[in-house]
Each structure stands twice: as C-alpha cells, then as structure tokens.
Nanobody, 124 residues
Framework: QVQLVESGGGLVQAGGSLRLSCAAS????????MGWLRQAPGLDREFVAAISKFGSSTLYADSVKGRFTISRDNAKNTLYLQMNSLKPEDTAVYFC?????????????????WGQGTQVTVSP
C-alpha cells in the first residue's frame, strides 16, 4: 500500500508562488509515473501535470503550461509542483497521485493511489 502526503498549500495573492510537495511511502518510487491533479468546488477533478518514472518526460494541462513545473526526487521519495504566476482560477484542492506504470498518464481514473489533498487559495 502506497501512502502519499501532500504539503505546501496555502493562501497567496494573484501573481504569487507556491511549492507543493508530496512525500511517498513507496521505496521504489522510481518505478512509477506520478502526477498532480486538482479539484475546485462543484467541478470534476482535473489533470494538472504528470511526470514519468525517471523524470525524463513531463506533461502539463494547457491552463498551467509555462507557469507550473512538476519535478521529482526519487532518492527522497518526493514529488514537487512549483506554481508561479498564480491566478484566482487556480484555487482548488491539489492532489498528488501515483500510477502503477512508468509512462505518463493524465486521466484521473488511471491513477492508482492518491494523497489526501492540500488546499491552494489564490486571492485576486
């Protein structure tokens, strides 16, 4: 059983930055692709960014491309999401997720393990 714990969320003004972290219990994290997804009130969970098992490939939703950067440190069993130039529409609960495969996936239903989420609120 893989446990994922997110941290780093909070309240920030528009244009500001936050860095989310996701600590994983899995000791062989480098075997698996991972991603960040988010869910705003009243909306479905949506893909934000994903990274392949060794970090050689990344993929971003159009809405965050150029502003967010996903990265991973497999030695520390940690996934990151650097979020810059934040906008009010980025406000959501952000989830870290792991897929039991090495290549990138984007659909929420294809991820196998999820963290509990961390709230990000961007004020105008």
């Amino acid at each position: 059983q893989v446990q994922l714990v997110e941290s780093g969320g909070g309240l920030v003004q528009a244009g500001g930055s936050l860095r989310l972290s996701c600590a994983a219990s899995e000791r062989t994290l480098s075997n698996y692709a991972m991603g960040w997804l988010r869910q705003a009130p009243g909306l479905d969970r949506e893909f934000v960014a994903a990274i392949s098992k060794f970090g050689s490939s990344t993929l971003y939703a159009d809405s965050v491309k150029g502003r967010f950067t996903i990265s991973r440190d497999n030695a520390k069993n940690t996934l990151y999401l650097q979020m810059n130039s934040l906008k009010p529409e980025d406000t959501a609960v952000y989830f870290c997720a792991l897929a039991l495969r090495g290549t990138i996936i984007t659909h929420p239903s294809n991820f196998d393990y999820w963290g509990q989420g961390t709230q990000v609120t961007v004020s105008p």
